[in-house]
Nanobody, 115 residues
Framework: QVQLVESGGGLVQAGGSLRLSCAPS????????MGWYRQAPGKQREFVAR???????AYADSVKGRFTISRDNAKNTVYLQMISLKPEDTAVYYC?????????WGRGTQVTVSS
């Protein structure tokens, strides 16, 4: 099992930036990919970005060009750099570790973008 701790959320004005961090612990060697999802009030959880163990990345169309997922292998930390934030980016952001047979989720961090 992998434990995930997210940080970096907060309140920002539209057009601003935030960087989220996700630090995994536990069975880190079993992780194939890590990603970020988000859930806005009254909406389903949706995919935001993913980075594989090989470094390949993928993004939701709604965040392409504004969000960047990256990782620091030395710190075992994954980041989500968010720029040009919009009010519609307001949500709880969850980090996920994809393993071969299961996914492990963090508790989430709130991002609020004011207009």
């Amino acid at each position: 099992q992998v434990q995930l701790v997210e940080s970096g959320g907060g309140l920002v004005q539209a057009g601003g930036s935030l960087r989220l961090s996700c630090a995994p612990s536990g069975s880190i060697g079993s992780i194939n990919a890590m990603g970020w999802y988000r859930q806005a009030p009254g909406k389903q959880r949706e995919f935001v970005a993913r980075i594989t163990s090989g470094g390949s990345t993928a993004y939701a169309d709604s965040v392409k060009g504004r969000f960047t997922i990256s990782r620091d292998n030395a710190k075992n930390t994954v980041y989500l750099q968010m720029i040009s934030l919009k009010p519609e980016d307001t949500a709880v952001y969850y980090c996920v570790a994809h393993r071969r047979l299961s996914d492990d989720w963090g508790r989430g961090t709130q991002v609020t973008v004011s207009s």
